[in-house]
């Protein structure tokens, strides 16, 4: 059974649609590898002295031997070898090294280092670097590419003299069907984007069934499944579980794959794009398990967090659970990367560049959500309380990352940013475990000692008798002798956590102190107000008077 290794693919969109991973990734695969088609060279070659065939670097020598070979121009082929066989003995052994790797090699071609070096894997011979390893009936062949000096030319890779040697005898083994033998002519020879027509049909055709077969599974598995809990719960309105998850679609279909591909003798190209296809569909799956078991741990704790009274930490909770989804798929898409020969320090260095960037122009919204973060955590506020933030009133309806939802007493929704409330000054209305009783008396002069002693007793008396009030706090006391009125204080806490509650009490007090000042014959003092007339006026005008006569006089002697 030949390794392979998985890649990851984190995309969220694929996720949500088994087919379309397959599809799309398959398309990936195809746009990778295209450098190994024929005529189409490396994607990217380190030259140190250019060689006219590649053979500067391991994958160089082998994709160009390949796309030699694959051609037919055995002749070409020839000159990736290390032999020192003649021409013809030469071409023969090309075209039997092509046949053994286009039918067994494994399809890891993306794994040979593609530097002039080598991978310098093994320090006892860094000359050598492995290809890989294909199984015979006399144990397993290492398919090795060796460093020679040429000369004019400088070091170039060639295949090693050492598995030339083996190459005759693991050809005559080969005996697997190869499925263009099988398959009509006119699919295997017409190719679209380098992949023959039957494999198309095979992923038209075949994925689709797959899935409705997979869909028919899932739903006769989960309508048993969905039975046994009913009646074991004895509740017949629970629905019926999803047992055959997608994403375990998805590793079947990726399994089904890899066995196909150890029962076809398919090309090597075919099958590189094939076990591409097959990892990262495995890959992607497994983030898509990881996905849904993070959101049924985010639902479980949320149920936990609404249970102790707690639902505006659902939104940390929700931060929480994207940035580590985002951390997951990051992570897929750097193994991708990876897989694929792309080096990431260069995207690596662009995203601490751009994140720089998009932290300065979000500098509010981090503000506000580093404030939501606070608030949530520190527990300051709650969704249902009534709070009172500057001249604000109302009921708290949602605890946001970025805002907070108030609904005023006109019932208007207000929103207000975290950041803003978290550096206000906050009185939370709801949090009262006792209502203040806070009142000011004010009894006519004329009320005598007498009656005032009756009624502060009086009042003592009604505000003791209610089991709801604190006692330790009740003072009744004749504070002042005002300009208008004799002011008297009631003062206690009642011990109600509702504001109807203490309202109601209140009133109920309220009529008993009336009650009791009534009795006691004493009158509450009216505010009043004294007009003051001067004589003044009345004077000015007797005197204008007085002088409108002497006028009259004087005028009258004359005539």
Known sequence: MRSRQHSLWGSVSLARNGAGIFYFAL???????????????????????????????PRGTVLGFLSAARKGDDELAA????????????????HQLFVVLDRRLPARLNQISNEPEGSVADLLRPDQDLVGTISGDQGDLDILVERVDRGKSGPLWLFSSKTLADIPALYEEINLLPVDNVVPQVLVNNRLLGIAWFEWLAVLVGIPLFFLLAAFVNRLLSRIVGDVRRRRYKNTELRDPEVFLKPLRLLLLALVIEWTLSKLSLALMARQIWSGAAGVITVAACVWLVILAISAGERHLQQRLRQRNLAGATSVLRLVR?????????????????????????ALAGLGVGGIAVALAAQKTLENVIGGVSLIMDRAIRVGEVLKVGELQGTVEDIGLRSTRIRTL??????????????????????R????????????????AAQMHEVL????????????????????????FGLTALEVEVYAYVLVPVQNQFLE????????????????????????????????????????????KRSSGDAAALE
């Not at 009534?518 to 004294?530: D, R």
């Open 27 to 57: 398309m990936m695969c195809v746009q990778v590898w295209a450098q190994a088609l024929p005529g189409v060279a490396p994607a990217t070659q380190p030259v140190v002295r250019k060689d006219a065939l590649g053979r500067t670097t």
């Open 433 to 448: 475990d006792k209502f203040w009783f806070h009142q000011i008396l004010r009894l006519r002069h004329g009320t005598t």
């Open 322 to 346: 994207g940035v580590v989804d985002v951390l997951v798929i990051f992570a897929g898409v750097m193994v991708m990367l990876h897989h694929f020969g792309v080096n990431p320090t260069a």
């Open 505 to 548: 009490i209140q009133e109920g007090l309220l009529l008993r102190i009336m009650e009791c000042i009534q009795l006691a014959g004493v009158q509450i003092a009216l505010p009043s107000q004294a007009i003051v007339v001067s004589d003044v006026a009345d004077a000015a005008a007797v005197d204008l008077e007085t002088q409108a």
């Open 410 to 431: 006109e019932r208007t929704v207000v929103n207000l940013p975290n950041g803003q409330v978290a550096t206000m000054n906050l009185e939370n209305l709801s949090s």
């Open 79 to 94: 000159q990736y070898l290390n032999t020192r066989a003649n021409d013809g003995a030469a071409e023969i052994l090309a």
């Open 457 to 480: 007793e009086g009042i003592r008396g009604i505000v003791r008798e209610s089991r709801l009030v604190e006692q330790k706090s009740i003072r009744v006391r004749l504070l002042r």
